[in-house]
């Protein structure tokens, strides 16, 4: 399943829209490139909609919030839904920052994301409306029996797929539940890289379920990380993660992919 969602996304060659924050935003466009898709980040209010309405997926990452880019959120959420138009919300800093867990529950309340995506932390303070954390890292504290049980709750909340990231990704539905055991520890050294994350599920949402794209992107970051964790230093494995996601074939994704599966009971 990963590989053919790969390859579909590759022949389609879909348009996909993200309206992300600054300090991410080129890690995001050359990840969606690197896996064959089209990337484009309208922000403006007035265009944002029109982009939308033509895209095979939307990507809503709430980092780094201006007025002007929360207006366009919910005009372009507003739009995908009225089109039918899936999307990813990535619920970035919403453990700390409580607007950004109200606007995160605005937009969903508009229409209902496909994959609503954060790290630990981000999922549970989505789930428990009284826990917080301190910056955007995952809190440490948070095992992954933890993350599955806020995921697996949410997602049967709203009816849609969780992708809780860390040291294990989790993704599920609230009937089954995946953990993907593919990545390494430097994945978290260079910015951006749980922002790529959800810009490479809008890809392969585009041509898939929420489950199904929320695992394919799990797995081909991670297995991109580790084919690049031998690189000297931050900046040569920022390079070579890239050059990774690229130049991934069906074979390397077969010998590496490290998931597991279950039904919850």
Do not use: W
């Amino acid at each position: 399943m990963i590989n053919e969602l790969r390859n579909s996304v590759k022949a389609a060659q879909p348009l996909i829209h993200c309206i992300t924050n600054p300090i991410s935003i080129n890690q995001c466009a050359n990840a969606v490139l690197a896996v064959g898709a089209r990337p484009m980040m309208a922000e403006h209010p007035d265009e944002a909609p029109l982009v939308t309405r033509s895209a095979g997926a939307l990507l809503i990452n709430l980092g780094n919030l201006t007025e002007a880019r929360m207006q366009a959120m919910k005009l372009s959420v507003q739009t995908a839904g009225e089109a039918g138009v899936p999307y990813v919300l990535d619920v970035c800093g919403a453990a700390c920052l409580p607007n950004r867990r109200s606007l995160a529950m605005t937009l969903a309340d508009i229409a209902v994301p496909a994959v609503i995506k954060g790290n630990y932390s981000e999922i549970y303070a989505m789930f428990d409306g009284g826990y917080s954390s301190s910056g955007v890292d995952a809190d440490k504290s948070l095992d992954v029996k933890a993350a599955e049980k806020a995921a697996a709750e949410f997602a049967l909340r709203y009816g849609t797929t969780v992708l809780a990231s860390g040291r294990t990704d989790v993704v599920t539905d609230g009937h089954r539940m995946i953990r993907i055991n593919n990545g390494t520890q430097r994945l978290a050294s260079i910015t951006g890289t749980g922002c790529m994350l959800g810009a490479l599920c809008a890809a392969f949402l585009s041509a898939g379920s929420g489950m199904a794209a929320a695992e394919t992107a799990c797995v081909v970051l991670g297995v991109s990380g580790q084919l690049a964790d031998n690189a000297k230093g931050s900046g040569s494995f920022s390079v070579e993660l890239l050059d990774s996601l690229s130049t991934l074939t069906d074979d390397v994704i077969c010998k590496y992919k490290n998931t597991e599966g279950t039904d919850i009971g």
